[in-house]
């Protein structure tokens, strides 16, 4: 018994001593930071996202689950799910809705942030064709991100995303963003964030869709964390504006 509390004391203590959680959301550009080997985190949330024009269609987005699992030093497992109702254009247009395909990915934190230069981390991932028959792309859609993360002395950070993809309709789509975090307080944090995204291919049709949004990161414990955000379109490709807010648990 006197073993087994040596033992078990010590990691306790090493577990509560951990850095307060670090997510992958509310905004879009992923963190560099990988989760602790044998930690596992859940993330979680809902959003509201309305089309541009009259009679425009919206889409509910709900769980957006992201079960994040810490394989080794700087190397994560990522599974994620979700579930979309979605209404077309036209006031008489019906919705639909059904499981989306799930998602496989990786996350390996490569260097860490030294001065002005970014920590590196590099993400794979695919998108697995098990969705509903009105959502599922019907294909694998492998895809890619480099993650680049800066940290000051002061209440100021910023990460970017590159991010490549296969699209359902087998075209090509490159997504980029900067986020901008300001903690004010030990408990709040606020970001703003500007993203992108662009045909890669011919073929596409649409020029591109640019977007702004901002949230707060609110700490109910170093291992709980609930966020909401909203974001606005900033050109006819893109939509008109979205909402949203979640909730991610760290054991």
């Known amino acids: 018994m006197i073993l087994l509390l040596v033992g078990v004391?010590?990691?306790?203590?090493?577990?509560a001593a951990s850095p307060p959680i670090d997510t992958?959301?509310?905004?879009?550009?992923?963190?560099?930071?990988?989760?602790?080997?044998?930690?596992?985190q859940f993330e979680t949330g809902y959003t509201y996202q309305q089309a541009?024009?009259?009679d425009a269609g919206h889409t509910h987005s709900l769980p957006e689950a992201l079960l994040r699992i810490g394989l080794l030093s700087h190397v994560?497992?990522?599974?994620?799910?979700n579930y979309l109702v979605q209404r077309a254009d036209g006031p008489?247009?019906?919705?639909?809705?059904?499981?989306?395909?799930v998602y496989l990915g990786t996350k390996v934190s490569l260097t860490e942030a030294h001065g002005i230069v970014p920590a590196l981390s590099f993400e794979?991932?695919?998108?697995v064709p098990t969705g509903s028959d009105a959502i599922s792309a019907h294909r694998w859609l492998p895809g890619g991100a480099i993650l680049l993360g800066w940290e000051t002395a002061g209440p100021w950070s910023a990460g970017?995303?590159?991010f490549a993809t296969r699209t359902a309709a087998d075209h090509a789509q490159g997504i980029g963003s900067l986020s901008v975090q300001y903690q004010a307080s030990p408990r709040v944090q606020l970001y703003g964030e500007y993203f992108t995204l662009q045909p890669l291919t011919s073929g596409m049709g649409a020029a591109g869709a640019h977007y702004v949004n901002s949230g707060v990161l609110v700490l109910l414990s170093n291992n709980?964390?609930?966020?909401?955000?909203?974001?606005?379109?900033?050109?006819?490709?893109?939509?008109?504006?979205?909402?949203?807010?979640?909730f991610a648990l760290r054991r």
């Open 76 to 81: 994560e497992l990522r599974v994620g799910e």
């Open 160 to 162: 970017v995303e590159f």
């Open 92 to 101: 008489s247009a019906a919705a639909m809705g059904g499981f989306d395909d």
């Open 24 to 40: 992958d959301r509310p905004d879009f550009t992923d963190g560099t930071h990988t989760v602790a080997p044998g930690r596992f």
């Open 52 to 54: 541009r024009g009259t």
């Open 124 to 127: 794979a991932k695919v998108n």
């Open 224 to 246: 709980v964390q609930v966020d909401a955000r909203v974001g606005v379109g900033l050109n006819r490709d893109a939509d008109n504006y979205f909402v949203g807010f979640g």
């Open 9 to 15: 004391v010590p990691l306790a203590a090493q577990r």
